[in-house]
C-alpha cells in the first residue's frame, strides 16, 4: 500500500530516546541498527551532545525538551537513559501518553515508584521493560540452561566482583549503579528472591554516596549470594563465580573468549566416629575444565529486538516491570542495611524510608 504520495508507509516502530550521556547513544546506535525500529527523535537538555549523536540517526527530530518528544503523537516508544532520580517522572508521562517504554536500569527510585509504572503500563495497555541488559548476554543465557538441567547440582554459592575506576555517579550509590546488574542476574538465573539483604559501604568523596560495597544476599536452602562492587579499582573486573555440588562455574565477562568455564571439582564430607571422634573426613575432586559455547551477539540488540517483538505482539518482556521491581526491592533493601550499620534485612520487612 502506498500513500498519496506514492511513497511506502513506514511500520517500523518509531521510538524516541531520552538521554544521551553513557548509555543513550548504545540505544541510538542499536535501534538505527534494528530493520523494525527507527529512531524517530532524540532528547538532552545538553545540546553539544544531540549533536555529537545526530550522524548516528539521521532524519531524526532533535530537541532540548524530553517534553516535545514526549508529547510527539508520531512516536510510539520512548527509551529512557537518564539518571536514575528521573526516570520515574519520564516513564509516567511518557505511559500517559499512551507510549510504549523501556527504561535503563534500574527501574525506579523505589517500590512505590516501580509499583505506579507497572499499574500505568496494565492501564494504558503498554509494554514497561527495563534494560536489564546482562540477561540478555549468551553467558547468562548458556548459564541459565546449565542450572535448569541442574549441571551443578545442589547450588552453594554465587559470588560476583564488578570493579572499576568509575564512572561516578551523582544520584545513586555504587551499589545502585553497579549491584543492579548482578541483582538482575540472579533473579534471573535463580528465580526466586532472597530472604534477607545485607549490606556495608562507604564513602570516600565529597558525595557522601557510598563508592565501595559489600552485598550478601542469603536464600533458603543455604545458598548465599555475594556481590562486591567499587568505583575505586585500579583495574576493571566482571568475573561471577558459581559453586553447585557437583560442579563449580567461572563466568568472566571481560574475556575475549571462552567467557564460561565449567570446573568438574568438588568435594565429598563424610562422618568419622572411629574411636568416639567426631570428625568430618572431606575429599576433594578435581576434574576436567569443559569450556561450552556461548552465542556470539550484542546483548542490547537482542534486548531491542525482543522489546519490538513485545510491542508487535502485546506479549510480556523477560525483563517487564515485574523483574524491574524486584531488582528495586533488593536496591531498597541494601539502602536499608547500609543505614541500620550493616544489619540483615529480612524482606518481609518494610524497609523505604
Given at each position: 500500500?502506498?500513500?498519496?504520495?506514492g511513497?511506502?508507509p513506514?511500520?517500523r516502530?518509531?521510538?524516541?530516546v531520552?538521554?544521551?550521556?553513557?548509555w543513550g547513544?548504545?540505544?541510538?546506535r542499536?535501534l538505527?541498527?534494528?530493520?523494525?525500529?527507527?529512531?524517530?527523535?532524540?532528547?538532552?537538555?545538553?545540546?553539544?551532545?544531540?549533536?555529537?549523536i545526530a550522524s548516528r540517526?539521521?532524519?531524526?527530530?532533535?530537541?532540548?525538551s524530553p517534553e516535545d518528544?514526549?508529547?510527539?503523537?508520531?512516536?510510539?516508544?520512548v527509551a529512557?537513559?537518564?539518571p536514575?532520580?528521573t526516570?520515574y517522572?519520564?516513564?509516567l508521562?511518557?505511559?500517559?501518553q499512551g507510549?510504549?517504554?523501556?527504561v535503563?536500569?534500574?527501574?525506579?527510585?523505589?517500590?512505590g515508584?516501580a509499583?505506579?509504572l507497572?499499574q500505568r503500563?496494565d492501564?494504558?495497555?503498554c509494554?514497561?521493560?527495563?534494560?536489564h541488559?546482562?540477561v540478555?548476554?549468551g553467558a547468562?543465557r548458556k548459564?541459565s540452561s546449565?542450572l535448569e538441567q541442574?549441571?551443578?547440582?545442589d547450588l552453594y554459592?554465587l559470588?560476583s566482583?564488578r570493579?572499576?575506576?568509575?564512572?561516578?555517579?551523582?544520584?545513586?550509590?555504587v551499589?545502585?549503579d553497579l549491584?543492579?546488574?548482578?541483582?538482575s542476574?540472579?533473579t534471573?538465573?535463580l528465580?526466586v528472591?532472597p530472604v534477607s539483604v545485607q549490606?556495608?559501604?562507604?564513602s570516600?568523596s565529597?558525595?557522601?554516596?557510598e563508592?565501595?560495597?559489600y552485598?550478601?544476599l542469603?536464600?533458603e536452602?543455604?545458598?548465599?549470594?555475594?556481590?562486591?562492587?567499587?568505583?575505586l579499582s585500579p583495574?576493571?573486573?566482571r568475573?561471577t563465580l558459581i559453586?553447585g555440588?557437583e560442579r563449580?562455574?567461572?563466568w568472566n565477562?571481560?574475556?575475549?573468549?571462552?567467557?564460561?568455564?565449567?570446573?568438574?571439582s568438588?568435594f565429598?564430607?563424610?562422618?568419622d566416629?572411629?574411636?568416639g571422634l567426631?570428625r568430618?573426613i572431606v575429599?576433594?575432586r578435581t576434574?576436567?575444565?569443559w569450556?561450552?559455547?556461548?552465542?556470539?551477539?550484542?546483548?542490547l540488540a537482542?534486548?531491542?529486538?525482543?522489546?519490538?517483538d513485545?510491542?508487535?505482539?502485546?506479549t510480556?518482556?523477560?525483563?517487564g516491570?515485574?523483574?524491574?521491581?524486584?531488582v528495586?526491592?533488593l536496591?531498597?533493601a541494601t539502602?536499608?542495611s547500609?543505614?541500620a550499620?550493616?544489619?540483615?534485612?529480612e524482606l518481609a520487612?518494610?524497609?523505604?524510608?
Open positions: 500500500m502506498t500513500d498519496v504520495s511513497a511506502a513506514d511500520d516502530l518509531a521510538v524516541g531520552v538521554g544521551c550521556g553513557y547513544p548504545n540505544l541510538v542499536n538505527s541498527e534494528n530493520e523494525r525500529a527507527r529512531v524517530a527523535a532524540i532528547a538532552d537538555l545538553r545540546p553539544e551532545r544531540l549533536q555529537a540517526a539521521p532524519g531524526a527530530r532533535l530537541t532540548t518528544l514526549l508529547e510527539d503523537p508520531g512516536i510510539d516508544a529512557i537513559a537518564t536514575v532520580s526516570h517522572e519520564l516513564a508521562r511518557a505511559l500517559e507510549k510504549h517504554v523501556l535503563a536500569k534500574p527501574l525506579a527510585a523505589s517500590v515508584e509499583d505506579h507497572i503500563a492501564i494504558a495497555g509494554v514497561l521493560m527495563v534494560d541488559t546482562y540478555y548476554t547468562v548459564i546449565l541442574r549441571a551443578l547440582g554459592y559470588d566482583v570493579v572499576n575506576l568509575g564512572l561516578f555517579q551523582h544520584d545513586v550509590n551499589i545502585w549491584a543492579a546488574h548482578d541483582f542476574i540472579f534471573d538465573l528465580g528472591e549490606a556495608v559501604g562507604s570516600h565529597a558525595s557522601g554516596l563508592d565501595v560495597a552485598v550478601t542469603e536464600y536452602d543455604s545458598l548465599l549470594a555475594h556481590c562486591h562492587v567499587n568505583w583495574v576493571k573486573i568475573q559453586g555440588s563449580m562455574l567461572v565477562d571481560l574475556a575475549a573468549d571462552e567467557k564460561v568455564k565449567v570446573y568438574d568438588g565429598d564430607a563424610s562422618p566416629d572411629e574411636q567426631h568430618t575429599s576433594y576434574g576436567d575444565v569450556i561450552p559455547r556461548i552465542e556470539r551477539h550484542e546483548a537482542v534486548e531491542l529486538d525482543h522489546f519490538v513485545c510491542v508487535r505482539e502485546g510480556r518482556p523477560i525483563t516491570g515485574e523483574a524491574g521491581r524486584r528495586v526491592r536496591l531498597e539502602s536499608a547500609l543505614k550499620g550493616g544489619r540483615a534485612i520487612e518494610p524497609v523505604a524510608g
